[in-house]
């Protein structure tokens, strides 16, 4: 197990000790919220339903899910998305509990957004 430890902590350039506390931290997460897991991406190490999406992108949707209601708003998006209600609720229940992370990640893809479209703009004007 050393060794995977130290595999894993190299391959992201952190110390072991520090590898062990983010494993240990996702582990206790993963347990406090069943159906979550950590995934790496391109935006870095974050937490995804189980077979599904990111965690950031439910609330996301939730966000933006143009409903009244709060549970209209986990029906349409557990409908959009292919998602059961629990595993919107999943969702939920980690962001609640973890919303720094999430706002962290949903606000990150949001400027990512903004600067593609910028730049699709900036093109659309000089091929105009």
Do not use: C, K
Request: hydrophobic share 45%.
């Amino acid at each position: 197990m050393a060794d995977r430890v130290a595999s894993f902590a190299a391959q992201r350039g952190i110390t072991i000790s520090a590898a062990i506390q983010l494993l240990t931290d996702e582990a206790l997460r993963m347990r406090e919220h069943p159906g979550i897991v950590f995934r790496d991406g391109p935006a870095g190490r974050r937490a995804g339903l189980a077979g599904g999406p990111d965690v950031w992108e439910v609330v996301r949707s939730l966000r933006h899910a143009t409903t009244t209601s709060g549970l209209e708003r986990e029906e349409l998006v557990a409908t959009n998305t292919g998602l059961t209600l629990a595993e919107v609720r999943v969702a939920i229940g980690y962001y609640t509990a973890h919303p720094a992370d999430v706002d962290g990640q949903v606000a990150e893809a949001e400027a990512t957004e903004e600067a593609a479209l910028q730049a699709w703009q900036r093109r659309q004007r000089l091929l105009a």
